[in-house]
């Protein structure tokens, strides 16, 4: 479930698309419905899925929930049980980081939504300054909550961070399928890494003469490269808590 200024971000992004709010959206392991309860109110046809039907108990917005379908086991490693090209917006927000494997979930959400539709997430961002500086001093990324350890159960697992997101191979995945970053958008910066935005020029620098390298590649490669380093060095990836996107589906 994500956390309020998350899930208030994730609101602010989908308000932001074209046709808002006149839209089909699909909110993928949508916990206590928050986000789908908000976006029905505005207007929005809205639907959702739960994996286990224990994993939240929907205790606020009832009402509302009642008039809003959400499909209960319904597991994102596999297959998703909806039409081709039948949502404007999935919206997946601090589920991601939860999934064994990336590579099944950005195809069917590329499947599922329309030409040109809008996939909107969220997820813990380790590549933020911070992190890099935990890494660099400890080969453990700084994550938002506990890694998982020996004294969890097998089947608990999945409730905790097993896959954060390697942004490259993440921008790879949603160009296989035909998905484009569009924005980048604000969560949170705490206070006190504010100030790594002083060495923000040195990294820009840095960044730049490594992307250098991919040059003597093909064009694709060269291409993918540059939009890659385009996010990288984005000054919300260097400071925010989490990465949020907007992405679509459709041509570069």
Known sequence: ?????????????????????NLNVLDLSCGEGEILASLHR???QCCGTHYCPNDYIVVNEQEVLQQIQIKKNVDLTK????????????????????LPSHIPIVAEVARVLKPNGYFVFSTPNIHRLQSRWQFFLTGTHKLI????????NRNDIYAYHISPVD????????????????QMRYTRIKFQHAFWLLFYPLFWLIGCFH????Q??????REGEHDLRKWMLH????????????VQQGSK
């Open 235 to 246: 000054p919300l990836t260097l400071i925010n808590d989490q990465f949020l996107f907007i």
């Open 211 to 214: 992307f250098r390298g991919t």
């Open 79 to 98: 297959p998703l049980p909806f039409d081709d090209s039948s949502y404007d917006v999935v919206i997946m927000s601090e589920v991601i980081e939860h």
């Open 167 to 182: 942004l490259p191979m993440f921008h790879t995945l949603l160009h296989q399928s035909n998905l484009h970053i569009r």
């Open 42 to 44: 505005d207007g929005c």
């Open 216 to 221: 003597k590649n093909s064009d694709s490669y």
């Open 145 to 152: 909550r506990r890694r998982i350890g020996w004294d969890l």
């Open 1 to 21: 479930m994500p956390q309020s200024w998350v899930a208030k971000a994730v609101l602010k992004s989908v308000a932001s698309l074209p046709n808002y709010p």
